[in-house]
């Protein structure tokens, strides 16, 4: 494929998911601080990016944890399923960790968004919403899930789609075991993964 027929696609791909993310009204509209399940499904729903630490495999870090950023999608536009999924290789140097140790803890703020910063909150501000999830970084297996999977990333990053293909790639998800959220004063809060996945993080029409 030539230069101009790729840079046209993923043109179209961004449009797109731009156009999904507008049309919704619920992409700035943050769920109330005491519903503590649906913000913490707002925010993974509103990230693109997350903050991935390991269990480092590498020298001279062995045994330590080790931060890295990967792109994430729980869904294109307003489908959100709650889950993490990432496009991976094992030639990347987390991934080398999940391969030993799948345990892992994945990070997402608003901070990534422009709402922070319009409201003058510093990233590290209780009133920046953030989670923190504990959990595991398994492969999709399922042709059902991989599809959304695929959809789910391609539509918000849409460079993916041309990225090597001799580098092996792989559709995976964050399964989460533990869910952390700091969006107000008083300190962290924790929901269950049932808690988490039963809560919406769009809007409630009356």
Known sequence: MDGPFLAMRALLLGLLWAAS???SSSRFWIPPHDQVARVARF???????????????HKP???????????????PGDSSSGVPYMYLTRMEISVQDLEVN?????????????????QGFDP?????????LSGSVIEVNGTEEAE???????????EMI???????????????????????????KTVTPEEYFQASPFRKHH
């Open 21 to 23: 993310s507008s049309s």
């Open 43 to 57: 925010v993974v729903h509103q990230c693109d990016w997350a903050s991935m630490a390991t269990i480092s495999t």
């Open 61 to 75: 870090v062995v045994g330590q944890p080790f931060s890295n950023a990967f792109s994430v999608s729980d869904g």
């Open 102 to 118: 799948p345990e892992a803890s994945l990070s997402m703020s608003l901070a990534q968004t422009d709402y922070c910063r319009q």
């Open 124 to 132: 590290q501000s209780p009133l920046c919403a953030h989670v923190i």
């Open 148 to 158: 959304f999977a695929k959809k789910a990333l391609f539509t918000r990053h849409p």
């Open 162 to 188: 041309d990225w090597p293909s001799d580098h092996d790639w792989f559709f995976a998800k964050f399964n989460i075991t533990q869910v952390w959220v700091l969006d107000y004063f008083g300190g962290v």
